[in-house]
C-alpha cells in the first residue's frame, strides 16, 4: 500500500499538469488563429472602404463588390459569434474582442454607405448583443437563418458591454440601452421575431429573387 501512494500522487500530478498545459496551449493557439483571422479581415475591410471611397461620384458596376462584401459579413460574424462564448479573461482576448467589434461597425458603415450610394439591393444590419442577454442567443438563431434565406442581408454584430468610443458614440445616437438591439435603415428595433424580421427585409429589398 505504501509502494502505491506515491505513485497515485505522481498520477494525480500528471493528469493535472497535462490537463492545465493542453488548455493553456489550446488557449494560446486560438488566440494566435483567432489574431490573423483578424489581420485578414483587416485587410477585406481596408479594400472595402476603399472600393466605398472610389465609387463616390463614379459610374461603376456596384455589383462585383457585393460578393467580397457577404463574405467578409459572413466572416466576421463567424468570428464575434465563436469569440463572444469564449471569456478566457484576459487583455489579450479583449484586444481581439475590441478588434473584431471595431471592424464589424466599420463594415457595417461602409456597407450603409455602399447601399446609399449604389441604391442597391442589399441589407445592412448592425446587431448589438451582450453576454446576459437571455434572448439574444435566439435573436441569433433568426439572424442566421435570414443570412441564409438571403444573400443580400448583411449582419454585422457587436458586444454592447464592449465599451470603446466608436461603440458608444451609435449606442448615444440611437439611444440603445438594452440588448437585443438591431439598427436597420437608420431605425432602432429591439426583439424581432422571424416573421417581422422577414417583413422588414422585403419592404427593402426584392426577396423572390433571393
Known amino acids: 500500500m505504501k509502494k502505491t501512494l506515491p505513485f497515485l500522487l505522481f498520477m494525480f500530478v500528471f493528469v493535472f499538469v497535462s490537463g492545465f498545459l493542453v488548455g493553456y496551449f489550446s488557449e494560446r ?30 459610374k461603376v458596376d ?15 460574424y463567424d468570428m464575434v459569434d465563436r469569440l463572444k462564448v469564449t471569456n ?26 455602399i447601399q446609399q ?33 438571403h444573400p443580400q442581408v448583411m449582419v454585422y454584430a457587436i458586444d454592447y458591454d464592449m465599451s470603446q468610443d466608436a461603440t458608444d458614440l451609435v449606442k448615444a445616437a440611437y439611444s440603445i440601452t438594452s440588448t437585443p438591439s438591431m439598427i436597420i435603415n437608420h431605425t432602432l428595433y429591439g426583439k424581432l421575431s422571424e416573421a417581422d424580421l422577414e417583413n422588414i427585409i422585403c419592404q427593402s429589398i426584392n426577396c423572390s429573387a433571393s
Not at 49 to 58: A, H, K, R, V
Not at 121 to 147: H, M, R, W
Request: proline letters at 2%; charged letters at 25%.
Open 62 to 76: 456596384c455589383n462585383l463588390m457585393y460578393s467580397t462584401m457577404g463574405k467578409v459579413s459572413w466572416s466576421l
Open 88 to 113: 478566457p479573461g484576459t487583455e489579450e482576448f479583449t484586444k481581439l474582442k475590441r478588434d473584431a467589434d471595431t471592424m464589424s461597425l466599420r463594415a457595417w458603415i461602409i456597407a450603409r454607405n
Open 29 to 58: 493557439t486560438g488566440m494566435v488563429y483567432t489574431q490573423s483571422e483578424i489581420d485578414r479581415l483587416r485587410n477585406q475591410v481596408d479594400n472595402m472602404q476603399l472600393q466605398e471611397m472610389f465609387i463616390s461620384g463614379e
Open 117 to 149: 450610394q449604389c441604391k442597391s439591393d442589399i441589407f445592412p444590419v448592425l446587431y448589438l448583443y451582450s453576454g446576459y442577454c437571455s434572448e439574444c442567443q435566439n435573436q441569433d438563431a433568426i439572424l442566421k437563418t435570414e443570412k441564409e434565406k
